[in-house]
Structure formats: structure tokens, C-alpha cells
């Protein structure tokens, strides 16, 4: 579609505090184009939180946005060791994050199942070894 | 209850100033990043005793107006920066977690979920 808006980020692993920061943008660049405050922030929680796992399972990755008048698309990429086991980790509670992240607040094993929960729809194309893809998308009610 | 009322209600040290004027109308208390994402709620405040850039990245995806840290915990300079960055009014109190939930909840704020 040609009136689609096109954001393209690179997400690293190196410092955790900047993990949040793709969102945020988002985050401000939808404000800027006038949507609406609920479809704003379900973006933008689903993006951190996807970001926030790039960064604790994966070392990094990038995203792209497609904002749409009727829709926001975002892929989440990444390169990092892939899931086993998606049932498993979209089940609450179900966490395979090091310890060391739980002080940090999260790996409480919700990213997931927040992500599906803030989405219209989302798909994880997944294989070991590889990486991730994390397709979301999230409707603008007309 | 306004961000100003929580300051008075909680002892609290404003450790930066966002609109003290801005409406507050639930809370939640966690520690938790991801159990504060699962519950949207509209202009809420966070308690937590966490202290780390993530909680202002939480508090902006929600639109929180608000951050306290909880038992007098002191954020770092970057941290302090990101708040401000977001408009975002950071606090301390010297109350413990269940306290400072419990002393805005007697005054009338609400966890704005149905259990």
C-alpha cells in the first residue's frame, strides 16, 4: 500500500537499559499521526516486550513498522537460538530466562502471552539454530 | 487524586518534577515489569522497589505519570534523565511497598482492575 509509513530499527543485546528505546519511538511517532491513545500503547507494550526478549534471548535483532490508516504492522527479527517449543513458552508463567534477568523485572515467563493478549494478531516463525520472526499486528478501529 | 495528593499522602521526596497537577486514577504496585504490562489502566501510578532504567520505559509505554520507589530507594542519573526526558515525576518514600499501596488505597485510589 502506497500511504504506508515505513520505521526500520536495529535493536542491540549491549546494554539492556536501551532495550525500550524502538518502542518508545514508535511509541511517539504514532502519537504524532493523531492515533488513538489504546491503540498507541497496545503497540507499544507488545513491541517492548518483544524487544525486551530480543535482547534477553536473542543478542539483538531489528524491527520494522508498517503504520497503516487501518492497521500497524511490526516484524521483530532476530538471529538468536529460536524456540523449542512455542506452545510451551506461550503459556504464563513459562520462562526460560536466566536468573539474572528476573532482578532486572522481567523474565516471568508474561512476554509472550502479553504480546498476544495487546495483538490483533501475531505469528512466530521460528527454527533452531536460526533465529525468531515475530509478526504482529494490531487493527485501528474505524 | 492528583500526582501532587500521592506526594503528600506518601511523605514523599520528589526526585523529579513532572505535571503535579495531572489526575491519577489507579495504581500498581510490582516489582514485576511484565506484570505491570499485563493490565492496561489509564493514568496510573507505579510503585516499585525496582531501580533500573526499565521501570520509566514500562512507566512511558503505559502513559504512567508517575513512579515511586518504594523504602527510599535512590535512582541513578540515567535514570533520572529518562524520567525527565518522558515528563514522567519520579519519587521516594520511606514507606515499605505494602505501606505506600495501602496509604493510597485508604485515600481512595483503586488498583482500576476487577479481580
Known amino acids: 500500500m502506497s500511504n ?9 543485546s549491549e546494554d539492556f537499559t536501551r532495550a525500550g528505546e524502538a518502542s518508545g519511538s514508535v511509541k511517539k511517532r504514532l502519537k504524532s499521526l493523531g492515533f ?34 487501518d492497521r500497524i504492522e511490526v516484524l521483530l527479527a532476530d538471529k538468536g537460538p529460536g524456540i523449542p517449543d512455542v506452545d510451551k513458552a506461550m503459556q504464563e508463567g513459562f520462562s526460560t530466562a536466566p536468573d539474572n534477568v528476573r532482578t532486572l523485572g522481567f523474565g516471568a515467563g508474561m512476554g509472550l502471552p502479553n504480546i498476544k493478549k495487546y495483538t490483533d494478531s501475531m505469528r512466530i516463525d521460528t527454527t533452531i539454530g536460526e533465529g525468531t520472526k515475530l509478526y504482529l499486528t494490531v487493527n485501528v478501529p474505524q | 487524586m492528583i500526582v501532587k495528593d500521592i506526594i503528600d499522602i506518601l511523605e514523599g521526596d520528589v526526585i523529579c518534577e513532572g505535571d503535579l497537577q ?32 526499565q521501570v520509566v520505559r514500562t ?5 504512567m505519570a ?31 511497598m505494602f505501606t505506600a499501596c495501602g496509604l493510597l488505597y485508604t485515600n481512595g485510589l483503586s488498583g482500576g482492575t476487577k479481580v
Open chain 1, 36 to 69: 488513538n491513545g489504546d491503540v498507541i500503547r497496545r503497540v507499544a507494550i507488545a513491541m517492548y516486550e518483544a524487544e525486551i526478549n530480543m535482547v534477553i534471548h536473542a543478542e539483538g535483532g531489528y524491527c520494522d513498522v508498517d503504520i497503516y490508516p
Open chain 1, 4 to 12: 504506508a509509513i515505513h520505521l526500520h530499527y536495529e535493536v542491540s
Open chain 2, 22 to 53: 495531572q489526575e491519577i486514577k489507579t495504581a500498581c504496585g510490582s516489582d514485576m515489569m511484565s506484570d505491570v504490562l499485563a493490565f492496561v489502566k489509564d493514568q496510573s501510578v507505579l510503585l516499585t522497589g525496582l531501580v533500573n532504567p
Open chain 2, 66 to 96: 508517575c513512579i515511586v520507589f518504594v523504602r527510599g530507594k535512590d535512582p541513578d542519573k540515567g535514570i533520572v534523565d529518562l524520567a525527565k526526558s518522558r515528563g514522567i515525576t519520579l519519587l521516594k518514600t520511606r514507606y515499605r
Open chain 2, 59 to 63: 512507566a512511558e509505554m503505559m502513559d
